[in-house]
Nanobody, 114 residues
Framework: QVQLVESGGGLVQPGGSLRLSCVAS????????MNWYRQAPGKERDLVAT????????TYADSVKGRFTISRDNAIHTLYLQMNSLKPEDTAVYYC???????WGQGTQVTVSS
């Protein structure tokens, strides 16, 4: 079955970096556009970044543009989110998603705090 498993979250100080990973299985990973979302406590789940299936074009939310980078390694069915210059407002649970499949991972917690 379709499965997405995120990892790489944790506690980091403001200005620090983290790299999230999402391992996909059960579908042809390279054939699907993939997203990263995040949900802060008491807030809606927001789209953070997208990487398209065909040409690898990426798009970002304004709040993370220039700090976050989405990428994918189709050979190992893995999606990444490199997060630099982290801010306290980046604190959230981060989810990877294959939108055309309606598939979501379980999420990984990112906490930015001194």
């Amino acid at each position: 079955q379709v499965q997405l498993v995120e990892s790489g979250g944790g506690l980091v100080q403001p200005g620090g970096s983290l790299r999230l990973s999402c391992v996909a299985s059960g579908f042809s990973f390279s054939s699907y556009t993939m997203n990263w979302y995040r949900q802060a406590p008491g807030k809606e789940r927001d789209l953070v970044a997208t990487i398209r299936r065909l040409d690898g074009t990426t798009t970002y939310a304004d709040s993370v543009k220039g700090r976050f980078t989405i990428s994918r390694d189709n050979a190992i069915h893995t999606l990444y989110l490199q997060m630099n210059s982290l801010k306290p407002e980046d604190t959230a649970v981060y989810y990877c998603s294959a939108p055309r499949l309606g598939a979501w991972g379980q999420g990984t917690q990112v906490t930015v705090s001194s």
